[in-house]
Each structure stands twice: as structure tokens, then as C-alpha cells.
């Protein structure tokens, strides 16, 4: 199931799109670094000497050393970042655009004072008779037997306070052993329901993103991310891997269903998404490793106008589609939620907690998603606090989930609510979609049957019985 990328066959173009981006990312960060004036004078002094710096590949090295434009596009390049390197050579645009066609200087040149190259045969539907695509239709079933299947969602606060009592050794005090506690059953069940990735839906506390840009949802296509310092030294906790190929696979369906997404290649992660790894996974040091390959999705819930819960809903059915296009290896795909549940951290209404509000929250989330994505923003702000926004987060990995296209309804593997950690409460739910074997052979052998909560693994309806 390919994606829709007409643009490939266009003659004499190469797209830069995710997949262009990630195989060219360092030889375009290199072509990048000659905007330094010392920077293009040390290139020029030695080239193999300022190339060691950069992990080029050999195609990308020997197409630099050549100053061959279309082999450096061919692996990754874009015209826009290569031309810093012909800046440097002390050529221009028309230059550099001319020594791409296989013509001489002057020859291109005298193309364009003559009004330029005609589209007439050099048009994708001059050779082919291809006419545009129509807009691609919105699957609203599933596939069937999907090579990345996703799961299970799990949804939890990310309060960075239960950072620090894990990073302090803190956890066997009696205020914090309430709050893990509820998550002794979800370390079990992770250790035997480790997805391969986790597609972790967070907000970025004015870590990564300042006042200089406000993207509303970011989507990490890098190989690594950070541990951020947020003010107290990086936790100590191991940095993240992340799993670009899938996460361009991601950005390019996304994109194509409509939502723009904004693509990070480098950025540091702050406890929104590293105080869930340190929930599910337990109190891992800097020098191990996290059991699973991470895609980091922010949502923007700091300055408003923020997205709302119908629009993250829609962003998780795009995301449903995106991982049912994946023709790559074999997946176990999970979804995180997080952030929430109800807190306020400013002003004389800090400190509001609304266990009511909190838990009809998880109820309509368990059973009602759509009509939870009618919730408008005053209704959390007003019920459960400023901070308390952050639950829009939850409903993308729930519009993800197999009963939002026709599946089955999930099982409801665990929930736990508590008051307080620090300055919130929080919440946390586990619910997994209908278990489809993969195959005879594995169904008889149980391979794919889930672990059962004890009391906890219900039905839907007699969940919210
Ligand atoms: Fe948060």
C-alpha cells in the first residue's frame, strides 16, 4: 500500500519531501554550517578536512568534492540548502541552476533571455498522459492484517514532580507508593506487551519551543532526542531513540490527510514524554537504554488558540491511516496519551482538582470518544483547570483505536486515578484493541493472547456498567 508520491515520476525533478529529507539531513546541515563567513573560509582552505567534520556518505562526500549538484539532490540534497555551497564557490544562481541541465554557461543563459525552457515535453503528462490525482479518499475501515499493528493506548499524567520522586529515590514514601501504586500492573503488562515503537503524544512545557515559535503539532522524524534540562539539570534517564523511517512514512500521510504537521529533526524531550518512559519502563540511568523506539508528537497547549479535542481525535484517525499504509517491517505499534488530569498552576485558583470532572473524562474517553471530542476548551479550563488542557492530548491515540473504524470495541485493561501528585491528579488507563492473530500457528499457541488485569480486564459496556 504505497503512498500516494506522483511527484516521484515528474521528469528532470526530484522532491524534497521526509524521505529526501532524512537521507540527506547531514549533507544539508553541512551546507548549512557555510552561512559562517569562517565556516566557507576553512571549506575552501581544505574541503577533505572540513567534510571529515560531517557523516556524509560516500556518494554525498565525492558529490561535494565534484560540485555535482544533481548527485548531491540524488542523495538528499535540496537545491535551497546545496546552494550555500556554490555561494562558497563563488557562483551564482544561474549558475549553478545551468550546471544541472548539461549545457554550457552560456548556452543556458542565452535559454533564458529567450524566455526560458517551454513545459512542452518535459511535463509528466507529456510522456504519460497523466493528469492530477484526485484528492485521495479518507478510509474509515481498517486493514486487514496490517504489517504495523497497533495495539494498545495507554494514557497517563506526566506530572514532572513523579519524575523527581523516581530520579530521588522517593518512591517507597508513603505519599508517592499511593501514586505507583497504580502503575505496578502496567510495569508487568509492559514487560510482556513491548511494542516495538511508541508513538508518544506529549506537550512541550516551553522546553523545546519558546516564545519564538508556536507549532501546533510536531512530530519528531529524528533519530535522537535529548534528555531536556528544564531548569533542575536533565534527569537522569536515558536519551531517546527515535524511528525515522516510520516517522517520515508518518508525516507523509498525515500531510496528504490534510493536517500540518511540523517535522523536527532535533530537539530535546522534556518529562511530558520522558516521565511516562519512566512509569511503564521503571527507573532506567543514563547509560541504558528504553526497551522501545519512540516518536515523539507534540501538541501545542501553552499559547492559545490550542487544537481542539475533535481535532486531535482527527489527528489520531489520520494516524490510524498513516500506520495502515506502512508496507515496512512487521510493527507492534503503541499509542500514548499524556499529560493532564486536572490541575491548575497559576493564579489564586491554583491547586483546583475535579475528581468528578476527571473521571466522566475517562469515562467518555473508555466509551464515548466522539462525543467527548464536543467538550469544548472552556469546559476543561473551567472544570478541571489552565493545565488541565493538556487532556486533548488522550484523544489522539483514541481516534486511533479499532472501534473508530469499524472494529471492535476495546478491552478496558486497567484504570487508576489518584489525588495528588504535587499539584494534580492523575490518571491512567490502559485499553487494547480486539487481539487479531496473526496467523493460525500463533493463535494456537497463545502467542498473542493479552495479560488480563485481574478484575480489571472487562468488556466496554460493563466498564462503564
Ligand atoms: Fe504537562
Same mark, same amino acid.
Given at each position: ?6 511527484? +516521484?515520476?515528474?521528469p528532470g ?27 566557507? /573560509?576553512?571549506?575552501?582552505?581544505? *574541503? !577533505?578536512?572540513?567534510? #571529515? ?5 560516500? +556518494? ?57 525552457r517551454r513545459p512542452e515535453g518535459n511535463r509528466?503528462?507529456d ?31 506526566? $506530572? ?11 518512591? /517507597? ?12 500492573? %502496567? ?9 516495538? $515503537? ?25 533519530? &535522537?532526542?535529548?534528555?531536556? #534540562? &528544564? ?5 537522569? $534517564? ?15 500521510? $498525515? ?27 521503571? &527507573? ?71 475528581? /468528578? ?16 471530542? /464536543? ?11 489552565? !493545565? ?22 476495546? %478491552? ?39 495479560? *488480563?488485569?485481574?478484575?480489571? #480486564? ?8
Amino acid at each position: 500500500m504505497a503512498l500516494d508520491k506522483p511527484y +516521484k515520476n515528474v521528469p528532470g525533478t526530484i522532491i524534497f519531501d521526509a524521505e529526501m529529507a532524512r537521507k540527506g539531513y547531514h549533507l544539508n546541515q553541512f551546507s548549512m554550517s557555510l552561512m559562517k563567513p569562517e565556516n566557507r /573560509e576553512r571549506f575552501l582552505a581544505d *574541503q !577533505e578536512a572540513y567534510l #571529515d567534520e560531517w557523516p556524509l556518505s560516500p +556518494k554525498q562526500r565525492q558529490a561535494v568534492l565534484d560540485m555535482d549538484l544533481n548527485a548531491m539532490m540524488a542523495e538528499g540534497g535540496n537545491i535551497y540548502f546545496l546552494s550555500k555551497i556554490g555561494a562558497t564557490h563563488g557562483l551564482s544562481f544561474q549558475q549553478m541552476a545551468g550546471s544541472m541541465t548539461g549545457m554550457s554557461e552560456a548556452a543556458y543563459r542565452d535559454m533564458m533571455i529567450g524566455g526560458g525552457r517551454r513545459p512542452e515535453g518535459n511535463r509528466l503528462k507529456d510522456l504519460d498522459g497523466w493528469t492530477p490525482p484526485a484528492p485521495g479518499e479518507k478510509s474509515e475501515t481498517m486493514r486487514e492484517n496490517p504489517p504495523a499493528r497497533f495495539t494498545s493506548a495507554l494514557y497517563t499524567s506526566h $506530572v514532572p514532580a513523579i519524575g523527581a520522586a523516581m530520579d530521588l529515590g522517593k518512591t /517507597e514514601e508513603p505519599y508517592w507508593k499511593k501514586v505507583f501504586s497504580g502503575y505496578e500492573w %502496567t510495569r508487568k503488562w509492559a514487560k510482556e506487551n513491548t511494542p516495538d $515503537v511508541v508513538i508518544l503524544v506529549y506537550n512541550d512545557h516551553a522546553t523545546a519551543f519558546d516564545s519564538s515559535i508556536i507549532p501546533t503539532f510536531v512530530l519528531g522524524t529524528g533519530e &535522537e532526542y535529548p534528555v531536556a #534540562d &528544564e531548569g533542575y539539570g536533565p534527569r537522569p $534517564v536515558p536519551d531517546v531513540k527515535g524511528y525515522p523511517e516510520l516517522a517520515a512514512h508518518i508525516a507523509q500521510s $498525515v500531510i496528504q490527510d490534510d493536517f500540518d504537521l511540523t517535522l523536527v529533526n532535533e530537539m530535546v524531550v522534556d518529562h511530558g514524554l520522558t516521565v511516562p518512559l519512566s512509569l511503564v519502563y521503571g &527507573e532506567l540511568g543514563v547509560d541504558e537504554e528504553w526497551p522501545v523506539r519512540v516518536i515523539p508528537l507534540a501538541v501545542n497547549v501553552v499559547q492559545y488558540p490550542v487544537p481542539s479535542g475533535r481535532r486531535c481525535y482527527e489527528l489520531g484517525k489520520a494516524l490510524r491511516r498513516a500506520l495502515d499504509k506502512w508496507d515496512g517491517p512487521e510493527l507492534n505499534v503503541q499509542i500514548w496519551g499524556t499529560g493532564g488530569m486536572s490541575h491548575q498552576l497559576q493564579g489564586p485558583r491554583a491547586g483546583l482538582i475535579n475528581e /468528578e470532572w476527571d473521571n466522566a473524562f475517562m469515562d467518555h474517553l473508555i466509551a464515548d470518544p466522539l462525543g467527548l471530542t /464536543e467538550w469544548p476548551h472552556m469546559e476543561y479550563v473551567d472544570e478541571a483547570g489552565s !493545565e488541565g488542557i493538556e487532556l486533548v492530548d488522550w484523544l489522539i491515540a483514541r481516534g486511533a483505536m479499532d472501534d473508530q473504524f469499524g472494529g471492535g470495541s476495546p %478491552t478496558v485493561d486497567h484504570r487508576f486515578y489518584h489525588v495528588p501528585a504535587s499539584n494534580t491528579a492523575v490518571g491512567h488507563l490502559v485499553i487494547s484493541n480486539p487481539v487479531a492473530p496473526k496467523s493460525d500457528e500463533a493463535a494456537a499457541e497463545g502467542q498473542s493472547a493479552p495479560v *488480563q488485569a485481574e478484575s480489571a #480486564d472487562r468488556p466496554l459496556a460493563e466498564a462503564n456498567a
